[in-house]
């Protein structure tokens, strides 16, 4: 073909060198393109025109690589080759009435993603809307440091292409914006999935047709400038530049830092195999405390890190002069700092929660005084966000709240994506938010359960995040299946090096109450009863091993708790999960059926359903108000934990709720009595007629708590609006000879309303009780000075 470009060449001489001639120039050609594309390599030079702006990330035409999301609305999503905007195919979202969550929650599909928003610029996509409506929208979605989202785009009938969304403009909502659409994307950060959103309104049935997906131009991330990372051949012992202290003097109990500096070569500062920097801590009375270091900050690449900074948290537990020096530990050796010296003085504080060993249902501090949780989960939020909550709990004398490790929020490890950079890698930003979190919880008197992994993390069914757990082995992990995380041997070890940083980085903190291995573990893949007690009995154990502050440990169940874990010695109390109507029954019988533990127990999420937007029925609080009470007046660790922190607590002010309960326990320590459980029912009269009355209480033969309520008035879903409940008389049995004091407590305000006494007889104890709207709770004891 060549040659007939040449036209007609009868010299068979003339072929020849004509050919030759062209194989030249090939060759010439072939060394200008290799050239080019080196020079391409370098300089990030590109030759696409000003309309060649976009480039495609996925045409639908190799098949559907777009995942549905198992939380939100329904949705089927095939490969179709009836309505495409470019080449054979689309991809087809179909959607029906059922499984539509409450508030328009809209259909979420996602795809992995690889670039940062500077590179991207934009997500351009076309969408067929065959509905037969006008009112459906779409928004983009972006899962990276935190979770994203795009004003909507409403989607006309037909083709609506060329929508575009601007990953450089201002207009994302997230949580550190308060869900506001006035935030943007860190320019620098990797993008780990895109997310469509199709919002649904009053729509309930039709189809969607998604194609040709598309990027903005991408631009070079090199610059040619910055410092080239040394990436060490062989290790170099380490030598201590420097060890600096925050502070000359530190109150008990308060944080004493170290900054430690220093030469000296490792491949991965998040590996205690390669590199340890430790802490030897020697108190007034010669008692030696040992303390791992952590990387707090640097740059952290494969084989290297630039700018690190090694910090030493210690928190001094005796008052006087403590000695200390530094130890820095790799493959090639070990460097010492000289002694040095810091005193502790200051007032006497409460220090540590522990288990009380006189009273193993109960909590206490290092002081001996008692603890009694009051709280509620605020599992996630920005940092801005947690400023405002725990001040609202410090208010509501809520001394007790839940944390997250989990990628929303403040993990540590996840799929390479934002500031994850995989296993073994830690995300310090999130560690740098964390502190804050620790901080602000110190300053407002919350004491925290950090909770290190979620079930969904393990899980493809509910709340399913497998696909994007780096221990996935699709992800460069260790397992082929989430159930092999429990049993896979190097599984566990990297468990343990993060747990490792864990306790090195926030241990020191007196306001950590406890490690919280697991969120609902029975909800993770194939969950097995003897697989479970293996794993926590490894890792709780470990955690006993390395905490040199001695934290408790705990995990969490939904319902159907493992007894064979709640028993090992070492987890510290137990805690279950539930989300039903019928939730204050078990809350009566579940705390004696713990009682075989021997350990604190209490509810540390609750709910009358476990669905989105069911909260929104219940406004006034009234299903919170009611677990509150009823866990109160069982033989309980600590109260009930409502979960809806962020959608039901905080937008309907509810927390005057957990303030009235902690007004009513002010100054009751469990430990001087030996409370027993009393339960009956008795009767009122109301506008509606009899009203059937319920008391759960405990007794011993100092004090008598309970709390009386109108059965129904307490499920929401059964009463309208509550009723003043008047004539209603309570008997209590077995009552000595003699005149009580009773308290009357208003269960909304935390305040006693009225105080009079009775005298007991024979048939027992009644009490008259005041005119009361829906509830009311009492205090009884054996008068004096009435």
Known sequence: MVLREYGKLDDRNQVVAAYLQVCRWKRIMRLIRLLICIYMSVTGFTFLQAGDTYQLLDGIEEGNNWEWQSWSDYARLKTSADICSEGDYSLKVSFTPENRRPNNKGIFIKTPVSGTPDQLKKIIVDIYNDTDSGEVSLALALDAEEFYEAPQVALKKGWNRDIEFDLLKSDFKSAGSGWDYRTSLKKDVGLGDIMFIFYLGSVQYGDFYMDNVRTGRIRSTSSGKGKKKDVPGEYSPPRIISVEKNNDTVQLYDLFELTVRFSGSCRNPFDP?????????????????????????????????????????????????????????????????????????????????????????????????????????????????????????????????????????VGLEWKNMGYFRGLNNYNLENARKLDRIVELAGKNGIYLQLVFDFHGAFSTGVNPEWQNNPYNVRNGGPCPTARDFFINKKARELYKKRVQYIISRWAYSTHVLAWELFNEVNFTDSFDKDIDTRWHKEMSGFIKQIDPFRHMVTTSYYKDYNKNVLGLDTIDYSQVHNYDPGVFQMMKSLPLAMKEFKKPFFFAEFGCDSKDGIEDLDKAGVFIHAGLWVQYMTESGGNAMPWWWNTHIEPNNLYHHFKALAEFDRGLDRREHDFRPITGQFSGQSEKGTVTLELTGLKDDKLILFWLCDAKGMRFKERDQALVIRNSVVTLGDMKNKVYSVEFWDTYKGVMIKKIGVKASADGLKISMPDFRNDMACKIKVATGL
């Open 273 to 409: 195999s390669e590199i340890q920097v430790t802490g030897y801590f020697t108190s007034p009375e010669k008692k030696q405390a040992v303390v791992a270091g952590f990387l707090y900050s640097g740059d952290v690449q494969e084989g290297s890190v630039e700018d690190p900074v090694w910090k030493i948290r210690f928190s001094p537990g005796q008052k006087g002069l403590w000695t200390y020096d530094v130890r820095v530990r790799n493959l090639k050796g070990e460097d010492r700092s000289e002694k040095a010296s810091m005193k502790c003085a200051g007032p006497d504080r409460d220090g540590f929660i522990r288990v009380d060993d006189k009273y193993p249902g109960l909590f206490r501090f290092d002081s001996g005084k008692n603890y009694y949780p009051i709280g509620h989960n605020v599992c996630w939020a920005s940092v801005e966000e947690y400023e405002r909550y725990f001040s609202r709990l410090s208010q509501s004398k809520e001394n007790w709240s839940r944390v997250w490790l989990v990628n929303w929020n």
